[in-house]
């Protein structure tokens, strides 16, 4: 089985992975594709990431954000 280990650097959004109704509506399209995601993965595990723990992986999200077609996924 494959193990995937999910850091997340807002409790919110760590709160909507774990609840599902305090997701905003707005964004139950995109939680329903993670979740269809997450079955193929089959472990998922999700956590809160230390403050100014990986300011790498914070970089490389913002670009990410920033330029769309910068980073691709394929699952």
């Known amino acids: 089985m494959t193990h995937l280990f999910v850091e997340i650097g807002s409790k919110v959004v760590l709160n909507w992975c774990a609840n599902k109704s305090m997701r905003p509506l707005s964004l139950q399209s995109t939680f329903t594709d993670i979740e269809r995601k997450i079955e193929k993965v089959g472990s998922v595990v999700f956590?809160?990431?230390e403050k100014k723990g990986n300011e790498?992986?914070?970089?490389?999200?913002?670009a990410g954000v920033n330029r769309g077609d910068m980073f691709k996924v394929r699952w």
Do not use: G, Q, Y
């Open 47 to 49: 956590s809160m990431a």
């Open 56 to 62: 790498m992986a914070s970089n490389l999200a913002i």
